[in-house]
């Protein structure tokens, strides 16, 4: 049994005139604990809608989604998201956004003191200890999204969801934030579900990337395994002939033999 199974699943919205818009046809993947997938597929192929579906934000038409057996049909603190805008509240500090989701999660289940402890260890883990005391709007896109990770983080999910969590941050920040989750992937072996349109980004962090088809009635096109041993380091690796046709081959996938959406705009 897999870790996280996507089983057959089809979504479809009403479309205009009672017509049926399929957004998802046949989506099948198993990820299995520990991996990190990244998806990536043009604007509009049903990317968000299928990180949501394992979000459990919306329901599946036909099909089903497992996590350790379980159906999700719900969102759970076992699936925490994180999204390309923070939504980290503004009128609380950094501390007080963890303190949030670690009081909703843990209850009294921790103490006081433990909960503490576990909020400082996740802001610890993404280097936001310093700026604990700040506001959202007293510190960087790039520290908010760090945030959003370890709030994340300390609902200890059993499944991270990560919809373009970077997308809107420069390139530096960017790769910043691609290192620190790397690193946290090192340190907790967390599963992860990425979506991103980098393709540099799905090939450095992914153990697998996911490439889906263009809409309407997306499917996965591909699946590539990205055999690159970690800790992986940006630099030598833009050289590294397993990373460099890794990248070319979902590039051909992307800009050969699946560039209907582009052609189309
Ligand atoms: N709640 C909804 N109701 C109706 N249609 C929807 C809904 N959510 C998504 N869609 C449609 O599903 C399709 C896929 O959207 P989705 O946001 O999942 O794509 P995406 O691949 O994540 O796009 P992008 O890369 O631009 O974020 C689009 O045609 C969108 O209009």
Redesign the pocket.
Known sequence: MSYLKIDRVVKS?AGPGGRE?V?LQDVRLNVEKGEFVSII?H???????LLNLVGGLMQVTTGAIKLEGAEVNAPGPDRAIVFQNHSLLPWLTVYDNVKLAVDKVFGRRKSRAEKRDWIMENLDLVHMTHAMDKRPGEISGGMKQRVGIARALAMEPKILLLDEPFGALDALTRAHLQDAVMEIHARLGNTMLM?T?DVDEAVLLADRIVMMTN?PAATIGEVLDVRIPRPRDRIPLSTDPTYVRARESVLRFLYERHRLVEAAE
């Open positions: 919205f818009n957004v597929g604007s509009g192929c049903g990317k968000s809608t979506i349109h809409g």
